[in-house]
């Protein structure tokens, strides 16, 4: 089992910029982690993510060039880097444990976070 603890979010104006993190705690830290964001009567979608050596990325075509995904694995953290903000991309963000290999599917991925809100006004 492992716990994920997502932080960073807030109400900024589009065009800013916004560094979201993901801290895990409970088992070692060397397991692919996605992003996900879900707005609010939508479904859960898929924005990025890293391999537990953070040998290969992915991220989803709406974010691509503007967000980037990363990882520290000597603080247990992987980071979301969010640029260029747009009203669109207002949603909760959650990051999970990935169960297989590489997937854009929600239901492939385990030990979600609570979620941190990210608001972006025009």
């Known amino acids: 089992q492992v716990q994920l603890v997502e932080s960073g979010g807030g109400l900024v104006q589009a065009g800013d910029s916004l560094r979201l993190s993901c801290a895990a705690s409970?088992?070692?830290?060397?397991?692919?982690v996605g992003w996900f964001r879900q707005a609010a009567g939508k479904e859960r979608e898929f924005v990025a993510s890293i391999s537990g050596n953070g040998g290969w990325i992915r991220h989803a075509d709406s974010v691509r060039g503007r967000f980037s995904i990363s990882r520290d694995n000597a603080k247990n953290t992987v980071y979301l880097q969010m640029n260029n903000l747009k009203p669109d991309d207002t949603a909760v963000y959650y990051c999970?444990?990935?169960?297989?290999?590489?997937?854009?599917?929600?239901?492939?991925?385990?030990?979600w976070g609570q979620g941190t809100q990210v608001t972006v006004s025009s």
């Open positions: 999970a444990r990935g169960r297989l290999g590489w997937s854009n599917l929600p239901s492939d991925y385990n030990d």
């Open positions: 409970g088992r070692t830290f060397n397991f692919l």
